[in-house]
C-alpha cells in the first residue's frame, strides 16, 4: 500500500504566524532636534517578526486504510476488527522552510486499561515545490495481533524539527471488535484473469462488501483445493485483512502467485465462506 506524505495542492490560509510571514515594514522615529552645530539625524524603528508557530493538528481518525490525501476524512471508521491493523490517520498544518518540511509524527495507543499499548513515530525531511504555511496528511499502521477486544484511545504529535516546537495533541477513541463473519461480509467483485497457464503469474484484487451495522475488517486465511484433491490446503502465511466501514466496500490486493498443474483451482475466504476458481492451462 502506499504510505507517502500528500500536501494538498493549494496552500492553507495563514492561520497561524509562522517563520516566513512577511514582516512589518521599517518605520521612522522622530527626528532629534541637536545642539545648533550639530545636523539632524533619524533613527529607524527596527523591524519585528511574528513569533513562529508550532504545526497544528486539524484532523484525526481510525481509518479503513490511507494512500492519498483526503483519506483522513473519507475513510474514517469507529471500529477494526481483531487480529487486523489499526490505521490513525492525521492532517494537519505545517510550514515549509526554505523548500523544505522536516517534522516528526508520533501516535501513542492506549488500551482498554489505560495502560500503553504501542507508540509508532516517523520522521520526514523533503524538498517540497511549496512555500509557506501547508497542510499535510499521513497515517501509521499498528499491528493489533495481540490486543485484545475492547475501546482504545490515541494520542497524535506533530513536531517542527526546525522550530524545535510541538503541536497540540489530538485525541480520539476506536474499538477492537469480532471480525466480520459469513452473513456479514461478502466478496462484491473479483479482479482478474479466468485462466492461466502453469508457471504464469496470478494476482487479483478482491472487493468486500460489509452487509452488517458495524465497522469491521474480514480477517482470513485464503484456502486453495486442486481440482482432484478433496481436501482443502490452508496456509498461514496467505491470510488477508481489510477494514470495511459498514454498509460500504473495499478493496484488498494478492501478491503474485503461480500453479505448475493444470486444472480447475478453487480459492476460499475460510472466515466468510466466499470461493472463486481460475482454470491453469498447459503453457
Not at 508557530?53 to 475513510?75: A, H, K, N, Q, R
Not at 482498554?112 to 512555500?131: I, N, T, Y
Request: hydrophobic letters at 30%; charged letters at 25%.
Amino acid at each position: 500500500m502506499n504510505r507517502r506524505r500528500f500536501v494538498a495542492a493549494a496552500s492553507s490560509a495563514s492561520l497561524l504566524g509562522v517563520a516566513g510571514c512577511t514582516s512589518s515594514d521599517g518605520g521612522t522615529g522622530d527626528e532629534t532636534t541637536a545642539p545648533p552645530t550639530s545636523t539632524s539625524t533619524t533613527e529607524p524603528t527596527p523591524t519585528t517578526t511574528a513569533e513562529p508557530e508550532p504545526p497544528e493538528i486539524t484532523d484525526s481518525s481510525l481509518l479503513t486504510g490511507w494512500e492519498e490525501f483526503g483519506d483522513v476524512l473519507d475513510e474514517q471508521v469507529s471500529g477494526v476488527g481483531e487480529d487486523s491493523f489499526a490505521v490513525i490517520g492525521f492532517r494537519y498544518e505545517a510550514t515549509v522552510h526554505d523548500g523544505t518540511i522536516d517534522v516528526t509524527e508520533q501516535v501513542r495507543v492506549y488500551g482498554p486499561d489505560g495502560d500503553r499499548v504501542d507508540m509508532k513515530q516517523d520522521s520526514d525531511e523533503q524538498l517540497v515545490d511549496a512555500e509557506g504555511r501547508q497542510q499535510w496528511e499521513h497515517a501509521l499502521y499498528f499491528d493489533i495481533a495481540d490486543w485484545e477486544q475492547g475501546e482504545y484511545s490515541y494520542e497524535v504529535l506533530i513536531r517542527d524539527n526546525v522550530l524545535e516546537k510541538v503541536s497540540g495533541t489530538a485525541e480520539g477513541e476506536f474499538e477492537v471488535n469480532e471480525p466480520l463473519g459469513p452473513q456479514e461480509a461478502t466478496i462484491s467483485n473479483i479482479e482478474g484473469p479466468d485462466a492461466i497457464a502453469t508457471g504464469e503469474d496470478y494476482t487479483f484484487t478482491l472487493e468486500f462488501s460489509n452487509v452488517s451495522d458495524r465497522d469491521s475488517s474480514v480477517v482470513s486465511p485464503i484456502s486453495v483445493k486442486y481440482e482432484r484433491a478433496n481436501e482443502w490446503q490452508t496456509s498461514d502465511g496467505n491470510s488477508l485483512f481489510c477494514n470495511v466501514s459498514a454498509g460500504e466496500s473495499n478493496t484488498w490486493e494478492s501478491d503474485e502467485t503461480s500453479f505448475d498443474t493444470t486444472g480447475t483451482v478453487q480459492f476460499r475466504i475460510d472466515a466468510i465462506d466466499e470461493t472463486w476458481s481460475i482454470d491453469v492451462a498447459e503453457e
